[in-house]
């Protein structure tokens, strides 16, 4: 018996020991294996031209992550927690930065790096992927919502678009008009990114001491403008002004009902004019409903103030287990030229960083918007930056959904105890 | 023997007991004869049980371990022992208790819904013409063969107020119509996560009542015929109880099952308007927010759940494994 079972041990090891060896990387130059989040194949060129132009110092090879920012996050952290070596870069979602720069999952980025990727890049980027006032990733491209309307909506309601408008304005021409508003109810993160522009937008934030422990944040959610942001979801959510599909509305779900026949206005990211053009390519949509959307700036919360819209996008993250983090940081500053993010623009839709990037004629011609994209990256707040991004998104959208239920007087304190109670680790979520 | 205290010397003790119990004999003379069987039964079985520890039983071990801890994936450094507080946060919060409150009644509802249905289509297999009784299993296979996932969202945009088309198929029925949100409440939402679960896992059950139908001997649903029972009365008073044993094995397995609901919530509602079952809570707790300690917290209540549901039915219920077996 003892004799068979080493036996068997020894195949075991033999067979697992070959199958670890054929992960290991055959004979050339280093390979840097960069996660991406799925997209329409941008990341995957700019890997190869970079690749070509490293003349022989490296090879980025790249690996999806899964569809969805949660579950890019939870992969990544996992990894990074049990220091995965084989992470060199990484697409990371902004508001996830600060939770893997807090434990040290992400190398530092260089002096002389981090000077020269953060030369033109817009405000809200630079916010992003900088965590206790030092930039912890490389901004490659930046995401901002706008508000998109139907021209001959706003006209019929008699609204100047030509001026800033306010939620007020557009819940007005919402009850009057009889049309729905296309926003993001469902309990999702789009909530959250929803709820911070309108507290942002007001002058408040989400988090006001980021303190040392989890324990010790505190919370903006109980001031004027946290009342405010409550009061705009709680009227659209009860007045049934974003249509029956507000609760469980995500981006492209508001996208479906601005395109019906009660559209109206919508905020949203500016894949929607991609899609929309891919739409009327395809034949599913109208070539004149693309003559009727127009666009402007993200609704203010009060008319005096200019607003803050909603940031997101991708930074790129240097692995801190990474067997080769200089050569990675060569590969993150290749692969974020404003020429990259240029053509990554107008391939993929997503809007550069760098502010250098609009001016390419290319860029104007396919997002006839793009000016007022980078006013708007440039005015954006990120999401509250905190190692317990996850928690307090949680929070919010466990206590301010479903947006009829959203009441001014109680869902901000509401909010506030469970969050303050989830930290402290004295409640579930 | 007793020296051993290896989980080997534990089967081995086993097989022995059954071998001297069957033979009649005490056990210290064991005939060469029963020997060889325990050793062969030893070897067959043997590679699957070690197997099964180390991708089982180390994994509860580990779990159980974890949840003594204050553990966070993302803050390693803060790692500290705290007893039994996990356990007190869950067992305090009104969260664990409305998912444990759902996840009961997913599990009865479906279960009690799925022995009836389930019972149905078995009769229907069990009565066909032998020409279309293997075309009769297939068609009501197809639905288990489908991966949950799948199947889920399937059932989602079938219910999806932009993309579904059951508003428009069923607006003849009161209370549905164009503007019907099914997964912006709690009763639509638990409704379709239900049919789903119905419509998904009824031939598990049916399958398993077949069996059960097919070791009721015909001679006796004969006599009893002769003796003038309707229909009725032999289903009730000869059929059901000869095939009581397989019905409570089908529905053990099913409760067990449907107790560990996951994929239909989390693709459907991912825990809104108070559908959040205890799989969601420990995944979102332990995958989601990282927190291991709290989450495999959760984990150990869940398998407590799972035993605790067991031993109510081989115990209480006297539910016989080897039933299905076709040993009894």
Redesign the interface.
């Known amino acids: 018996m003892g004799k068979r079972s080493r036996w068997i041990a020894a195949t075991l090891a033999v067979v697992l020991g070959g199958s670890l060896a054929a992960c290991g990387s055959a004979t050339g130059p280093p390979v840097l294996t960069w996660f991406i989040n799925p997209d329409a194949g941008g990341q995957a060129v700019i890997a190869e031209d970079c690749t070509a132009k490293s003349g022989g110092a490296y090879r980025i090879d790249v690996s999806t992550l899964p569809r969805d920012a949660?579950s890019q996050r939870?992969q990544l952290?996992?990894r990074l927690?049990a220091n995965d070596s084989g992470i060199d870069l990484m697409s990371l979602d902004p508001p996830f930065i600060a939770?893997?720069a807090?434990?040290g999952?992400l190398a530092p980025v260089p002096a002389d790096v981090a000077e020269r990727v953060s030369q033109n890049v817009v405000k809200g980027a630079l916010a992003g992927a900088t965590w206790r006032d030092e930039l912890v990733a490389v901004p490659f491209w930046a995401n901002t919502q706008l508000l998109w309307y139907r021209k001959s909506v706003a006209e019929k309601a008699g609204l100047d678009m030509s001026k800033p408008v306010t939620w007020d304005q557009l819940i007005d021409v919402a009850r009057t008009s009889n049309v729905d508003l296309a926003v993001q109810g469902?309990?999702?993160e789009s909530l959250t990114v929803w709820i911070n522009a309108l507290i942002e937008s007001a002058g408040g934030q989400i988090i006001t001491d980021q303190g040392v422990r989890a324990s010790e944040v505190k919370l903006g959610l109980t001031s004027p403008a946290g009342e405010e942001a409550a009061k705009i979801i709680g009227t659209i959510g009860k007045e049934g002004l974003g249509g029956?599909?507000?609760?469980?509305a995500d981006e492209n779900?508001s996208l479906?009902?601005f395109q019906s026949d009660s559209g109206s206005f919508m905020v949203n990211w500016p894949f929607v004019w991609s899609a929309m053009n891919a739409a009327v390519e395809a034949g599913t949509l109208d070539a004149s409903f693309l003559k009727d959307v127009g666009w402007t700036m993200y609704p203010r919360t009060s008319a005096d103030k200019p607003s803050a819209p909603p940031y997101g996008g991708i930074n790129l993250g240097v692995g801190a287990f990474s067997k080769n983090v200089d050569l990675a940081y060569q590969a993150a500053e290749c692969i974020v030229t404003p020429e990259h993010q240029a053509e990554y623009f107008v391939t993929n839709g997503n809007p550069a960083s760098n502010t250098t990037a609009y001016d390419d004629p290319a860029v104007q011609k396919a997002f006839p918007m793009a000016t007022l994209i980078r006013d708007s990256l440039q005015a954006s707040a990120p999401r509250p930056q905190t190692?317990y991004y996850?928690?307090v998104s949680?929070g919010l959208q466990e206590t301010w959904?479903?947006p009829s239920a959203v009441d001014p007087a109680t869902t901000p304190q509401v909010a506030t105890d469970l969050i303050t109670a989830v930290l402290a680790?004295?409640?579930?979520? | 023997m007793t020296t051993t205290s290896t989980a080997a010397g534990a089967v081995k003790a086993n097989t022995e007991t059954a071998t001297d119990r069957q033979s009649g004999r005490p056990r210290k003379r064991r005939s060469d004869r029963a020997r060889a069987e325990a050793r062969l039964g030893w070897w067959l079985a043997g590679p699957a049980f070690f197997l099964m520890l180390a991708v089982t039983l180390y994994p509860i071990l580990q779990a159980v371990y974890d949840s003594l801890f204050r553990y966070r994936l993302t803050a390693p450094d803060d790692r500290a022992f705290v007893g039994l507080n996990n356990y007190a946060v869950v067992l305090s919060d009104p969260v664990f208790w409305q998912a444990t409150l759902i996840t009961v009644l997913i599990t009865v509802v479906t279960v009690l819904v799925e022995v009836v249905l389930g019972f149905a289509l078995a009769l229907v297999m069990h009565r066909a013409i032998k020409q279309l009784r293997g075309l009769l299993r297939t068609v009501i296979l197809v639905p288990y063969g489908i991966i949950t996932v799948v199947s889920a969202f399937a059932w989602f945009y079938m219910f999806d107020i932009n993309s579904g088309f059951v508003n428009s198929w069923f607006s003849w029925v009161p209370g549905i119509n164009a503007d019907l949100n099914w997964f912006a409440s709690q009763g639509t939402s638990l409704f379709v996560i239900i049919a789903s679960e119905v419509w998904k896992t009824t031939p598990f059950i049916s399958l398993l009542l077949l069996a059960g139908l097919a070791q009721v001997s015909g001679d006796l649903e004969e006599a009893a015929q002769v003796d003038g029972a309707s229909w009725w009365q032999r289903l009730q008073r000869v059929v059901l109880p000869n095939m009581k044993a397989a019905i409570m094995v089908a529905v053990l397995f099913r409760a067990l099952d449907a107790f560990r609901i996951f994929d239909n919530v989390f693709i459907m509602t991912n825990g809104a308007n108070g559908t959040q079952v205890l799989s969601l809570l420990a995944y979102r707790t332990s995958i989601g927010r990282l927190e291991i300690g709290l989450g495999s917290a959760i984990s150990v209540l869940l398998f407590l759940c799972v035993i605790l549901i067991c031993f109510v039915a081989i115990k209480l219920f006297k539910v016989d494994l080897s039933s299905t077996r076709g040993e009894k």
């Open positions: 949660s939870e952290a996992r927690a939770e893997l807090e434990p999952f469902a309990k999702a029956p599909g507000l609760p469980t779900a479906t009902l190692p996850n928690e949680l959904h479903p680790g004295d409640r579930l979520l």
